[in-house]
């Protein structure tokens, strides 16, 4: 296969660059305008840089009970984190390690669950929830996504698939049960594919809109991405404030994907050798 000449690079690297400008471009500006005044928003131009840039904005935020709805998201991510991965770990090495009656017919079963889309389930989770009486409630957020998915557990059974029989034979010699085998074994040799599973799950729950709008009502237990609708549809000709409130939102996921990232590439490096 011959490599590209050199104009042809030029080209893709081109495109490449002014693809990158057009994806980063909103980003930048709203974190300009997160940290520009009301006045200068109003009287300046949009692409205007902040002089000076004020914390005012993140000020009015936390006057606003923002601080309270970070604090529920982060808390509610991490329950469904610990519990995705804990029950997708355990699915995936049965259906991938274990043998039962119906063991396939099982999992392709759960996996076609893919094909119904989300929104057909609001209701019903909704009406189970309050038939529960846990509407508006720290549980209602998190127990329908605490128990695993078919994607984390299609793709963790595939992982699990291509370790070694030695390993785990050997961890059974050892004297090792299937609870050790998973520790000790199992999840050290998938450390790629989980901080990916992680990434994605952590950014699909701290994005969540429906189900916590749905659930939820009022302030206590209000999620930064409802927080954020509900701030643009209360001050809807503050813009500064209401991408003070999105800067916020999106910064713990930028900063956990450049800390993930090395893991990311591992995991798709772990996916293509497969």
């Known amino acids: 296969m011959t490599s590209p000449s050199r104009p042809a690079n030029v080209v893709i690297y081109a495109g490449l660059s002014l693809g990158a400008l057009i994806t980063l471009a909103p980003f930048v500006l709203g974190l300009m305008t997160s940290f520009t005044s009301a006045h200068q928003f109003v009287t300046g131009t949009p692409l205007q840089l902040p002089r000076p840039p004020t914390l005012s904005n993140f000020a009015d935020l936390a006057g606003a009970g923002f601080g309270r709805a970070a604090a529920v998201t982060a808390l509610m991510t991490a329950v469904i984190l610990v519990g995705q991965l804990t029950f997708s770990v355990l699915a995936g090495y049965a259906f991938a390690r274990l043998q039962f009656p119906g063991r396939d017919a099982l999992f392709w079963v759960y996996i076609a669950t893919l094909m119904v889309p989300g929104t057909v389930t609001v209701v019903p989770m909704y009406l189970m929830m309050a038939q529960l009486g846990l509407r508006n409630t720290f549980w209602a957020l998190v127990l329908p996504f605490m128990f ?39 999840i050290p040799s998938s450390r790629p594919v989980l901080a990916a599973l992680a990434l994605i799950t952590v950014v699909s729950q701290w994005n969540n809109f429906m189900w916590p709008l ?3 009502s009022g302030h206590k237990w209000r999620v930064l991405t409802v927080a954020t609708a509900d701030l643009q549809s209360r001050f809807n000709s503050q813009w500064t404030l209401v991408m003070a409130a999105t800067t916020v939102a999106i910064a ?23």
């Open 252 to 274: 713990p996921l930028i900063a956990l994907f450049v800390v993930f990232q090395r893991h990311i590439v591992a995991s798709i490096v772990v996916s293509g050798l497969k």
């Open 148 to 186: 695993g998915s078919p994607y984390a557990i299609f793709l963790l059974r595939e992982h699990f698939r291509i370790i070694p029989n030695d390993l785990i034979n050997a961890a059974r010699l050892d004297g090792a049960n299937t609870l050790d085998v998973i520790v000790h074994v199992v």
């Open 214 to 216: 749905v659930i939820t």
